[in-house]
């Protein structure tokens, strides 16, 4: 009876080692099963990255402002041409409107449904104006705009995360790029029409070194370049330098030509103000750039302005 007591004894003890060796040998398993799986980089249906959040909501804002100031344009305009761009504006953008919300519905985003105060301000602004003085705001407003637009949809093109935005800025890009080049072209013919606009030909040269002033006699700083056309050699830009006191709080900024009339030995931008000068972005030389300083063979210094010297300008193609 001992022997047979000790036998079972001892198969209970070696039972009891090998549970415990199958639990040991377990454990590693059904810990890395209850691990947390990393969070997935593929946004999904309401998982949208900020910056295609961020696209989604600007280019919303940009879509209702195009649809309302070119209706304005339709009703307050002089030129023609500036209807039929204003029309155009509420075509296009009530497309890429309807594409925006579609999508937005599918993601389970929400959009804005009115303007930020940015806007409507410029909204505002264009509600006051008529004939030409409504024409030339309102084509500065889309250079601007559509400049913004731009960068926007191809910063989306290129980075964006959610493939469907990605996508749909791929495919509305092209566009704005039509609108901005249509507008730029239309500027020139706009403001001969209005009159008073400064002369074209070897006379911009003089404005060099001369005082900008804004509708209401407050100084806005001095000619410091002027920027060519590459193909026909015209003034499209005035760079104008904020001095500053002692260099510092100094920058140069861009207006457009067609907006400056001579008035003796000064100049006067029309419709332009102090503050929105005060608002503007520096003004940055690239490769591309073609101004009066270059042609004289001006080179770009680190404040991003040029310096005049004695060659012949380059050709940026």
């Known amino acids: 009876m001992p022997l047979v007591v000790r036998g079972a004894a001892a198969m209970k003890r070696h039972h009891l080692l090998a549970t415990a060796a199958m639990i040991l040998f377990t454990a590693p398993a059904l810990s890395l099963a209850q691990t947390p799986a990393p969070a997935k980089t593929v946004t999904e249906k309401g998982q949208l990255a900020q910056q295609d959040m961020t696209f989604a909501q600007k280019a919303a804002v940009s879509d209702m402002f195009e649809i309302q100031a070119g209706k304005l344009a339709q009703d307050q305009a002089k030129d023609q041409g500036v209807k039929q761009f204003g029309s155009q504006m509420v075509s296009d953008h009530t497309k890429t409107s309807e594409a925006m919300k579609a999508m937005a519905q599918e993601k389970s985003m929400t959009l804005p449904t009115k303007l930020d105060s940015e806007h409507q301000q410029k909204l505002d602004k264009l509600r006051g104006l008529k004939g030409d003085q409504f024409d030339s705001a309102y084509l500065q407003g889309q250079t601007d705009a559509h400049q913004t637009a731009v960068t926007l949809f191809r910063q989306q093109a290129e980075n964006g995360k959610d493939a469907d935005l990605k996508r749909f800025a791929e495919q509305t890009l092209p566009t704005l790029e039509q609108h ?21 030909g070897t006379s911009f040269e003089k404005m060099i070194g001369k005082d900008v002033y804004g509708e209401n006699g407050k100084k806005l700083g001095d000619v410091a370049d002027i920027i060519l056309d590459a193909q026909s050699g015209k003034a499209t830009q005035v760079i104008l330098n904020r001095g500053g006191i002692l260099g510092i709080g100094a920058k140069h900024v861009a207006l457009d030509y067609n907006l400056l009339r001579a008035d003796g030995d000064r100049v006067v931008a029309r419709q332009v103000t102090e503050d929105q000068v005060k608002q503007m972005a520096e003004f940055k030389y690239d490769d591309n750039t073609v101004s009066l300083g270059k042609r004289h063979g001006g080179t770009a210094d680190h404040s991003g302005m040029s310096t005049t010297g004695g060659t012949q300008p380059r050709n940026p193609q």
């Open 180 to 200: 901005l080049r249509h507008v730029r072209d239309m500027r020139p013919g706009v403001a001969s029409a209005a009159g008073g606009t400064a002369q074209q």
